[in-house]
Structures are given as structure tokens and as C-alpha cells.
């Protein structure tokens, strides 16, 4: 029993030291994973969602598993699905990145491979027309014209016959009539359209009969009658034409027949001779047979006298009359048959009573006004016919406008305004006034009118005044007037968006006069000009400000008017926001309708503009006619159709792309023809129904990711089904719940028949939305403000990624539970109130208001470093500059590459530094520049002297070099100048200073002169005759000569000198002559005395 157990024990031993082996080896086996092989092969998509991705590895490890992550390009961050097969199926064309990460253990490593599905659909697109064997046939054949896709099968599914689904695209022996024409196409999306077949039959009106203006002729005359077609309709021809006139008499009837063998397919004039029967009116019955034996029939009343309509003209103080005169025999004449007293008709038509023989006459004119009353007229044709005619002559009224106000620059600067609509008043007189009015009454103030209208301000005070004004009809009027009391009132401050972004326009103006100058004192950063800035310059001829592109921001404005008043103004500028969801489109079968509802009262003048972009030429053009538009340009009516607001325009018989574009006008007299453009919104109009989108709701609000919610572009109502693996009839609701993981095909049909399909994988699917985590927002400023304006629409495409901005919008808000709500959205230029501030942004889509997505950035104001002016330094021949930027902030980046706030350079150039301050990943900075320009000590060319003076000896000092020099002669006191004067004769020494630090060159500098006499008497005083600081010039000569020219001696600066003796004898006491030459060969001659 002992020896079994200790067996045993053994075993277990073993055991775990095999099992500690195996683990041991099993590490050093697979230290490190293989580097494998990833293939992806793509099915390309030919029906909606059909595409695929295949996926091979190889050279993996032993053991290692496989998962496979999908994602859609460009997003590489949020996977669409994952697996461990080695397939994706039911996608949509696109661009793909497969992610293969193999994994043992604890370890991994991947293979990436991008991809792209490719659409090789081609929608489903035909055209509908119809034949007839002969004209009148009562039966035709409509004919499907596929133009694009793959049809298999047609069918008519509404209209007088209904035929179901065939494979020939021909529907013979069909009836006039709508019918609804669906077509199939071998990814099973059905397309429909109406189509109205018009057989080839007469379908026209007949106008009245018309009658000459004039006659020819007393017992006849010419009936006129137009036939017109019914669009879609043209007239088919030979028409017989039977006219039955029926006599008032009783007589009988007269027929007469003709016969139309052809003419104009829209259309037809018909004249016909018919008789009189003197005054009475009578009946003509007109009837036109085609040859499809189609009767239309007319009974058309005549009345052969003439036609009398009399026109009242209005002049500005009365009316005159036009009479105008149809369907009568010439001459005529008139006749008055009452009239209002004091009217005589000679008096306002020289040719009364007549005959008259045109068409019209006129009774007055601007300057001969009728009386007032009724007329009655009766007119006489030369066959004895008589027309009549009424009307009345009315007095004009017209009321006096009266205008007060009190916003001059004084109490009794009241204002009254007076005119009359149409005419011209000649005197004024105030006959009552407050007591407080200068001028005796009354008081003709007559001379205060211009150009028909009355206005005074001057020495107006408040109160009430009674006027007399009598306008240029002679008509008096007595008008009450009341100037209110003066109130000072502050500027009038209007502000509209700008065409530019994050801009305004501003019109400043004063109630009490012009303004006569404005400042701006405070300004967001964005203002680029320094303050206080003076912009009286932009204030117009009439006294207001107009400024235009002013970024957007809080403003204070500081102004003075004409008056002296002074006012301190704030004004908000605000950018324009475009709001695309200021449209309602409404899709029809085979048309849409677009509806405009703007209520933006920020901007003015607007108007409304659709647009089609030309498939062929990708240029945007007006709809209907294709004539091109150029962009930037105004629209107008060649180029668009113009859609008034709050109004629809209906049926539009197009597919496409559209595009919506509002124009406005900015505040800006100085150009009043500047317009600003706001495509605010494009649009597809297709064919056929459409599937823009399938989602799962696994967003914030919806359920989860096995709820499947379905976006379509058509006509309501839809009908939403699934038709694979199993048949779910979901009627109008597009939203499928608790489906099962697993590929579904999903059929949408449309109200106009259509149908489309679409395959989708549960596990592709993406939430119908979401909202990424953008960068935060930032801006730097360098006046310490913490404050500044954001536009924070900036973010939307960070926050949307993938997903169709045409289809989602963000909104923006201050706190969590705003964005959950969506209530309190911020506006698209938002100031932040903290610093750093958060922003939530609420995604969701734009018809399918289900659930939502929410993330949350950081705006924030950083400053940018202020820096002292950009310097310049000066470096000298082997020498070294220190450049050290300004103190205090976080990181320094030279253009030599240093980091550091000083460098120190050997060469000339410009140095640029970059200061920043850092905040995390942002940082605000600026840059200086140091110039560095090379200088050298002074280089002496010469020292040119003046000298042989005894006080009025220059030096003049010429040097070169790259530096900046001065020059003195005592190391003390420098000058600019190079040249010095007014110098005792001596030894100087010259310094020439560099200002640019370099060092100082020196070089001595004797000025000559020369004894006047000499004594040499052995005493040791003047005893030598020489040219003082002579031996500074080593070569300087010197010939002495008596006063008859006679050479005595000669010698150089280096000798001692004249003794006053010649061949040892002592020469006398006397003037002698000396010639000195110099070095450079200057000669200067002289003479002295000899004293004994």
C-alpha cells in the first residue's frame, strides 16, 4: 500500500513538472507571432447591397484564431462589423479598410488591406410612347423604351385597362386614357410612370365671332372666328364649316358651307361673309365636322351696331374722356344726349358733333378738365346704327400729408413737413401757432417750399400750428400740425449679415443731424485695424455711417453729430447663419412641388432661386430651358426660376439635381448692386423610389441594434416589407423590430407603384446617428480678453464623419440636458461666456427624427504672445551676436533650429523666433524677427590737412567700411562729421568711433607751420630756423633763399635746421624766402626774419 502511494506521488511529480515543461515550451514556441499574409477579394455591388468582401490568410500561426474587422472609408476609427468568418456580404459600394488580427494567447498582431466595392447598377430609366394605325383609330399601342438598366418585366397596374406583369414591353389595343406603366428589372426594383395616351382626334374650342372695327359695307359684313387646339391635340384636317343664320324676321334660314383643307396644327382663323339685317341682332349657329365625323357646334349672337366705350383719362387736377368706337360704318357722329350744366361739347372737341371717321376721338385735355357729372352718348353710323354710351366725370380728392417731428439740435428745432400725392403746392401761410413762435401771424413761410413740397425747421418750437396751403389746382386746404417736444435720442443702429462669412454690415445715424465723426473704441479680435480706429471716413453725404465686412463681434462706437451730442454706442455683429430648412419639397408622381417659408428678418431684399445642374456639362442652368448660369452672378429670370417666399411652385416635370439659393443684400450705399448668394440647400429628384439609407437604433432615444429603421426618397404613402428569409408586411411603418442577426432583403413600394429592394447584414448596419468627438475650438487674441466669437457650424463635418450632411444637422448647446432635449440651441456664431468653455452637439437626422447622438467639445481663448519690437544688431569681423527673445513664455523655436530663448550667431542675416504659449494641444504663438547686419572698424584711406595757418588748420578724415562712424580728435567728444577746422598747427591724433559697436582706429596727424622770425644769438632760444612738427614727414625738403633769390641752404625735416649762417659766416639781419615741398609734392612757399 506504501509502495502504490509512493508511486503515485512520483506520477503527480512527473505531472507537474511535464505540464511546467510543456508551459516553458509552449512560450518559446511562440515568443513571437508570425508576420502573415492578408488577401481581400470584393464582389462588386449590381444590386442594391449585394457587394461582398472575401478574405484569405496565410503563414499564420499554428493555433492562432482570425478576426476580421470592417470599416468604411475615410472613418478608421468606427468599425461598421466584425467577424470570424472570412466573408462580409450584403454590402453597398464603397471604400473598405479589412483589418486581420491574429491572436494567441495574449498576444496579436494585424494585417490591413483597403478595397473598394465598385456599383455596377445602372437604374432602371424608360420613356413611354404610343402609335395608331390611322388617325381616328379609337384604339392604340403604348410602347415601353427602355434608356438604362435591365428590364424583364412590364405591367399596367392603373388606367382604363389594367395588364399584368408580361415580358413584352408593347401594350397593344389600349383606349384613350392615364395609365400607370410599372417596369421590372432583374434586381426585382420596379419603376413607375403615369402616361396619358391622346388618340389622334379633334379636341378644340371655338372663340366668339368678332366683327370688323370698321365696316365696308352697310347690308353685310366679315365674321370672324378662331379655333384653337387643345394642347396635346393637334387639329387633324379637312373641317367642313356649316354657318345657319337665322333672320329676326323670321325668314328663313340662310346656310352657307366651307371647306378647311388644311392650315396650322395648333390652330385656325375662319372668315365668313354673312348679311345685316339693319339693327336687329340675330343668331348665327356655326358647326365644323372633321373626318373622324366629330361634330362641334356654336351659336354665336350678332349685334351689328356699333360699340361705344368711353375711357376716363385723369390729369392732376381732373379727368377728360376718350371715346373709342367698334363695328360701325364711317362717317360718324356724336351726340350729347345729357350732360352736366356749363358743359359745352365744341368747347373741349373742335370737330363736334362730326362726321368723324376714325376709330377714336377725345373730348379735353391735361389742360381742359371736364365738369363733373354723368354723360350720356350716342353715336351715329353712316347706315343709320346707333350705339351709347355712360359715364361719370368724378371730382379727384387729394389729401394733404402732413409730417411734424422735434430731433434737431435745439428745442425749437422742430420740423413740419406738408405735400400733396400729384401735385404741387404754391403758398403756405401759418395762421395759428404756440406763443412761443418768433414771426408775427400770419406768416407767409411760401418760400420754404421746394419742388411742390413744403418743409421747415428753422425756429420751430413745440406746439400746435394751423397751416393755410393752397396746391397748384387752386384748391385750399386748412391743416392741423403738432411738433412734439425735443427728446434727445440715441443713434439708430441697423445691422444685417454680411456676404462674407462671420461678417456684418452696419448703418449708424443720428435723429438730430449727420454725424460728423465715429470711432471705434472696442472691437473683437478679429478687427485688424488698431484702436481706437477713426472710420468717420466711411460716413456718406448724408450723414450716416455705412461700414460693410465687419467681422462679427461686440463693438463700442464712439460719435458726435452735427449738433455737438456725443454718443457712446454697443453693437452686436452678427454673421448670417444659412438655414437649409427653409424649403418644404413635396414629391409627386412623375413631378415635385417647392415651397419657400423664410422668417429670417436679419436680412433684406431677398429672393428665391431654383437651379438644375446639366448632367452633360456639369454647369447649373434655369430648368426648363437649360441656358447656363455663371457662378457668382445674380440669378434671374434666364438663368432660374424665381420662387417667391411663403409660395409654392407646383408641378415641375423634372428629375435631378436641384439647388435651392437665396439672395439678399447686405447694408452698403456705397454699392447698392451688391447681392450676397446663399445655396442653402441641394436636392435629387430621381425617376424612381429610392433607398437612401438603412439604419439599426442603436443611438441615444432608439432601442437597440436589432430594430431597423429604413429612409426612402419618393411618394407617399409607402408600403415597407421583407421579402427574404422570410415575408414581414410592415405597411406605412418603415421601422422593423427584434429582428434576428442574420441578411434581410427589404422592399419598399411607393405610392406611384414603384418599387426597390435592398439586401442588408444586421451586423453592417451603422446607428441611424452619430456624433464623433471633434477637435476642440480655439482662438488666440493678444489684448488679454478671454472672450471672442466662435462659429461653431465649423465642427460639423468633424462631427458627422461619414454620414451625408444633406441628410443630418447639429445643433449646438450649453449643457448635457440641452443637447438631449435639443432645446436652447446656441446660435451659429456663439461668444463664450467662461473660458475654457464645453459645447455639446446634438446629431440627428433630418426625417427621421427617431433618436440621437451626442459629444461635447472645449471652445477656448488662448493669447497669443506680445512681443517687443523686432530689433537689429550689429556683428563685427570675428566677433558674435547673443539674440534673446522676450522672457516669459513656454517654448522657443529659432529658425536655426534652436529651442532655447537665446542664440547666439557669427553671421549677418535675419533670425526668426517663434514664441509660444502652449495649452495642452493648442498653442497660440508669434514670431520676431532679429536682424543681424554686419559692421567693421573704420579703414583710413586719407587724412587730408589743411595747414601753414596759425588757427585756421582743418582735418579732414576719409575712411570706408561697412559701419556707422564718428570721428573725434580727443576720445571724448565725436562728431558725424569727417572733417575738422579752425585747428592750432600740432600733433592731433584722429579717432574714428564705430556707433555699431566695432572697435576704434586711430592715427596721429600733425598740422605744419613755420617760425615768422628767428634769433640766433647762441642763447638757445630760436636759435633754429625749421618748420615746426616737420619730422612727422620724413620727406618733406625746405630751400631757404635771401631776398634777392640767391640760395642759402636747404634741408629735410629730419635736419636741425637753419642756424642763420652761409659758408660759416653769420648772415645779417634781414627777410628771407623758403620753399617747402611736401611728400605728395605739395609746394608752399613763405618768408621770415632774421633777428640779430
Not at 503515485?8 to 515543461?21: G, H, N, P, Q, S
Request: hydrophobic residues 35%.
Amino acid at each position: 500500500m506504501q509502495n502504490s502511494l509512493k508511486i503515485k506521488d512520483e506520477i503527480i511529480k512527473l505531472r507537474a513538472v511535464l505540464a511546467i515543461f510543456l508551459l516553458f515550451t509552449n512560450g518559446l514556441c511562440y515568443s513571437q507571432l508570425s508576420d502573415f499574409n492578408l488577401t481581400v477579394t470584393a464582389t462588386d455591388q449590381t444590386c442594391t447591397g449585394n457587394g461582398a468582401l472575401q478574405m484569405s490568410v496565410s503563414n499564420t500561426t499554428p493555433g492562432s484564431t482570425i478576426t476580421y474587422t470592417l470599416y468604411l472609408l475615410p472613418d478608421v476609427n468606427n468599425p461598421i462589423a466584425e467577424t470570424t468568418e472570412d466573408f462580409f456580404n450584403s454590402l453597398q459600394a464603397g471604400n473598405y479598410s479589412v483589418v486581420a488580427t491574429q491572436i494567441l494567447s495574449n498576444q496579436e498582431n494585424s494585417q490591413q488591406q483597403d478595397i473598394t466595392i465598385n456599383d455596377l447598377t445602372t437604374a432602371l430609366d424608360y420613356q413611354v410612347s404610343h402609335t395608331t394605325s390611322t388617325d381616328c383609330d379609337p384604339e392604340g399601342t403604348i410602347t415601353v423604351n427602355v434608356l438604362s438598366g435591365n428590364a424583364v418585366l412590364f405591367e399596367i397596374i392603373s388606367g382604363p385597362v389594367m395588364v399584368s406583369p408580361q415580358s413584352s414591353n408593347i401594350f397593344p389595343n389600349l383606349q384613350a386614357g392615364s395609365y400607370v406603366i410599372r417596369v421590372f428589372d432583374d434586381c426585382d426594383n420596379a419603376v413607375s410612370k403615369t402616361y396619358t395616351m391622346v388618340l389622334n382626334t379633334n379636341n378644340f374650342s371655338i372663340s366668339n365671332a368678332t366683327l370688323p372695327v370698321t365696316y365696308n359695307d352697310c347690308d353685310e359684313v366679315d365674321m370672324s372666328t378662331n379655333i384653337i387646339a387643345f394642347e396635346g391635340y393637334p387639329i387633324l384636317y379637312p373641317l367642313l364649316v356649316t354657318y345657319t343664320i337665322l333672320p329676326p324676321d323670321g325668314s328663313p334660314n340662310i346656310v352657307v358651307t366651307q371647306n378647311i383643307s388644311s392650315g396650322p396644327p395648333e390652330g385656325v382663323t375662319i372668315n365668313q361673309i354673312i348679311p345685316l339685317f339693319g339693327s336687329d341682332n340675330f343668331i348665327v349657329n356655326m358647326q365644323i365636322t372633321d373626318s373622324c365625323d366629330d361634330l362641334f357646334e356654336v351659336n354665336h349672337p350678332i349685334n351689328p351696331n356699333p360699340k361705344v366705350n368711353l375711357v376716363k383719362e385723369e390729369a392732376s387736377c381732373g379727368e377728360f374722356l376718350n371715346v373709342n368706337i367698334e363695328n360701325f360704318f364711317p362717317p360718324y357722329n356724336i351726340n350729347f344726349t345729357s350732360f352736366p350744366t356749363g358743359f359745352d361739347p365744341s368747347n373741349y372737341n373742335a370737330d363736334y358733333p362730326g362726321p368723324y371717321t376714325q376709330d377714336a376721338t377725345t373730348f379735353g385735355d391735361d389742360s381742359n378738365l371736364l365738369p363733373i357729372g354723368t354723360y350720356n352718348i350716342d353715336i351715329i353710323d353712316a347706315c343709320g346704327r346707333i350705339g351709347t354710351g355712360t359715364i361719370s366725370i368724378e371730382e379727384i380728392q387729394a389729401e394733404p400729408i402732413v409730417n411734424t417731428s422735434n430731433s434737431g439740435c435745439s428745442v425749437s428745432s422742430g420740423f413740419i413737413g406738408v405735400s400733396v400725392s400729384n401735385r404741387e403746392l404754391i403758398s403756405v401761410i401759418i395762421t395759428a401757432a404756440p406763443t412761443s413762435y418768433s414771426q408775427p401771424l400770419p406768416h407767409n413761410v411760401s418760400n420754404f417750399i421746394n419742388n411742390g413740397m413744403f418743409s421747415i425747421q428753422d425756429n420751430i418750437p413745440p406746439g400746435n400750428y394751423t397751416l393755410l396751403i393752397t396746391d397748384d389746382c387752386g384748391v385750399e386746404y386748412t391743416i392741423e400740425a403738432s411738433v412734439p417736444d425735443f427728446e434727445f435720442q440715441e443713434l439708430m443702429v441697423s445691422t444685417l449679415p454680411n456676404c462674407e462669412t462671420a461678417t456684418g454690415s452696419l448703418n449708424l445715424s443720428s435723429a438730430h443731424g449727420s454725424l460728423n465723426a465715429v470711432v471705434i473704441t472696442s472691437a473683437p479680435a478679429t478687427f485688424n485695424q488698431n484702436l481706437p480706429a477713426d472710420v468717420s471716413n466711411n460716413i456718406n453725404d448724408s450723414g450716416s455711417l455705412f461700414i460693410n465686412n465687419l467681422p462679427i463681434g461686440n463693438y463700442i462706437f464712439e460719435s458726435t453729430d452735427e449738433c455737438g451730442f456725443q454718443y457712446t454706442t454697443d453693437v452686436t455683429i452678427n454673421s448670417y447663419s444659412s438655414n437649409p430648412g427653409i424649403y418644404t419639397l413635396s414629391r409627386n408622381c412623375g413631378s415635385f412641388d417647392v415651397t419657400i417659408n423664410d422668417f429670417d428678418e436679419s436680412t433684406m431684399n431677398q429672393t428665391y432661386w431654383l437651379q438644375r445642374l446639366n448632367p452633360d456639362t456639369n454647369i447649373w442652368t434655369h430648368p426648363n430651358t437649360e441656358a447656363e448660369y455663371t457662378e457668382g452672378q445674380i440669378p434671374n429670370t434666364t438663368t432660374a426660376i424665381q420662387i417667391e417666399n411663403f409660395e409654392t411652385l407646383f408641378n415641375v416635370f423634372l428629375t435631378g439635381e436641384f439647388r435651392l439659393i437665396k439672395v439678399f443684400q447686405p447694408l452698403n450705399t456705397t454699392n447698392p448692386d451688391v447681392f450676397c448668394l446663399d445655396i442653402f440647400t441641394n436636392f435629387t429628384i430621381f425617376s424612381d423610389l429610392i433607398i437612401s439609407g438603412v439604419y439599426n437604433l442603436d443611438c441615444t432615444g432608439g432601442s437597440d441594434n436589432n430594430d431597423v429603421i429604413v429612409d426612402v426618397i419618393g411618394v407617399e404613402p409607402f408600403n415597407f416589407s421583407i421579402i427574404a428569409p422570410s415575408n414581414i408586411d410592415n405597411g406605412a411603418n418603415n421601422t422593423f423590430t427584434d429582428l434576428a442577426p442574420g441578411t434581410y432583403e427589404i422592399r419598399v413600394e411607393d405610392a406611384c407603384g414603384s418599387i426597390e429592394n435592398i439586401i442588408v447584414n444586421l451586423e453592417n448596419l451603422l446607428p441611424l446617428a452619430r456624433a464623433n468627438t471633434p477637435d476642440n475650438l480655439s482662438i488666440c487674441r493678444n489684448d488679454s480678453i478671454e472672450a471672442d466669437v466662435f462659429i461653431l457650424s465649423d465642427q460639423n463635418a468633424q462631427i458627422l464623419g461619414n454620414q451625408n450632411p444633406n441628410n443630418y444637422n447639429v445643433t449646438y448647446h450649453l449643457s448635457q440636458e440641452d443637447a438631449n432635449t435639443g432645446n436652447n440651441a446656441l446660435p451659429d456664431s456663439y461668444t463664450n461666456i467662461t473660458n475654457p468653455q464645453t459645447i455639446y452637439a446634438r446629431v440627428f437626422h433630418n426625417n427621421l427624427i427617431v433618436c440621437y447622438a451626442t459629444t461635447s467639445f472645449q471652445i477656448f481663448v488662448g493669447q497669443t504672445p506680445v512681443l517687443s519690437p523686432e530689433t537689429t544688431s550689429f556683428i563685427c569681423p570675428e566677433d558674435v551676436v547673443t539674440l534673446t527673445a522676450d522672457p516669459g513664455f513656454d517654448s522657443y523655436l529659432w529658425s536655426t533650429g534652436d529651442a532655447t530663448q537665446t542664440i547666439i550667431v557669427d553671421q549677418p542675416g535675419t533670425y526668426q523666433v517663434a514664441v509660444t504659449n502652449n495649452y495642452g494641444a493648442f498653442n497660440c504663438n508669434t514670431t520676431k524677427e532679429f536682424v543681424v547686419v554686419s559692421s567693421e572698424p573704420a579703414i583710413i584711406q586719407e587724412i587730408k590737412t589743411l595747414d601753414w595757418t596759425a588757427t585756421e588748420n582743418t582735418i579732414t578724415v576719409l575712411v570706408t567700411g561697412a559701419g556707422n562712424y564718428q570721428f573725434s580728435l580727443d576720445n571724448i567728444n565725436y562728431q558725424t562729421n569727417n572733417t575738422f577746422s579752425n585747428l592750432l598747427p600740432g600733433d592731433y591724433t584722429v579717432y574714428i568711433k564705430d556707433l555699431n559697436g566695432c572697435d576704434t582706429v586711430t592715427e596721429e596727424v600733425y598740422l605744419l607751420n613755420y617760425p615768422r622770425f628767428f634769433t640766433p644769438n647762441g642763447d638757445n632760444k630760436n636759435d633754429v630756423w625749421q618748420i615746426k612738427f616737420s619730422n612727422s614727414e620724413p620727406e618733406l625738403q625746405v630751400v631757404i633763399f635771401d631776398r634777392y633769390g640767391k640760395l642759402i641752404t636747404q634741408f629735410g625735416s629730419q635736419d636741425a635746421g637753419w642756424d642763420g649762417t652761409y659758408n660759416g659766416q653769420k648772415m645779417p639781419t634781414s627777410d628771407y624766402w623758403f620753399e617747402v615741398t611736401r611728400a605728395n609734392g605739395a609746394v608752399y612757399k613763405g618768408h621770415f626774419t632774421l633777428k640779430r
